[in-house]
T-cell receptor
Framework: LAKTTQPISMDSYEGQEVNITCSHNNIATNDYITWYQQFPSQGPRFIIQGYKTKVTNEVASLFIPADRKSSTLSLPRVSLSDTAVYYC???????????FGAGTRLFVKA | DAGVIQSPRHEVTEMGQEVTLRCKPI?????LFWYRQTMMRGLELLIYFNNNVPIDDSGMPEDRFSAKMPNASFSTLKIQPSEPRDSAVYFCASSFGLNEKLFFGSGTQLSVL
């Protein structure tokens, strides 16, 4: 399983764009990159998944460079309610179990 | 669909007692996962099932822990006997396909006194 490294915590202010980078140097050819968000007292919630280049949905964007050894989750114009822990996961579509790392604790201030 | 349903939401018990946590996955999902979350160890995968069959239980901490999935709509995680170090939030999640989008329940907050 590819190991991931993320910052332990980040601070931001309301209205700013937040970029959280995840390193996964030993990502395998068939691995996908998935991000989850977890609020206190709740289970993690899927945000976005990608394989290469850029993926965008109504919540976030995911940027993956050509070598795929890292990825960046971009949250546009964060609000106080985006304060949460964000997890980066790397794994294949089949045959690998979903393992969560330590995550990045994002704190959005007014 | 109501999502993944877990019960009870909170459980307080005494050391040595048997604890049973319950989970109802989303209808149609063929994978079910049990996770445990603590401040010290984060989110740990305990066991997962595919089509009601346990596939990997290497994360189960010890023989005191057991999990079953008698049918596609129900799973249990049992701890017998329980110990204070088992205190944690236990999450159940389901998905359609392995490593596809996981849907988590609200968790069971377990406190063993």
């Amino acid at each position: 399983l590819a190991k991931t490294t993320q910052p332990i915590s980040m601070d931001s202010y309301e209205g700013q764009e937040v970029n959280i980078t995840c390193s996964h140097n030993n990502i395998a050819t068939n691995d996908y990159i998935t991000w989850y968000q977890q609020f206190p007292s709740q289970g993690p919630r899927f945000i976005i998944q990608g394989y290469k280049t850029k993926v965008t949905n109504e919540v976030a964007s995911l940027f993956i460079p050509a070598d795929r050894k890292s990825s960046t989750l971009s949250l546009p114009r964060v609000s106080l309610s985006d304060t949460a822990v964000y997890y980066c996961l790397v794994g294949g579509r089949r045959g690998f179990k979903t393992i969560f790392g330590a995550g990045t604790r994002l704190f959005v201030k007014a | 669909d109501a999502g993944v349903i877990q019960s009870p939401r909170h459980e307080v018990t005494e050391m040595g007692q048997e604890v049973t946590l319950r989970c109802k996955p989303i209808s149609g999902h063929d994978y079910l996962f049990w996770y445990r979350q603590t401040m010290m160890r984060g989110l740990e995968l305990l066991i997962y099932f595919n089509n009601n069959v346990p596939i990997d239980d290497s994360g189960m901490p010890e023989d005191r822990f057991s999990a079953k999935m008698p049918n596609a709509s129900f799973s249990t995680l049992k701890i017998q006997p329980s110990e204070p170090r088992d205190s944690a939030v236990y999450f159940c999640a389901s998905s359609f396909g392995l490593n596809e989008k996981l849907f988590f329940g609200s968790g069971t907050q377990l406190s063993v006194l």
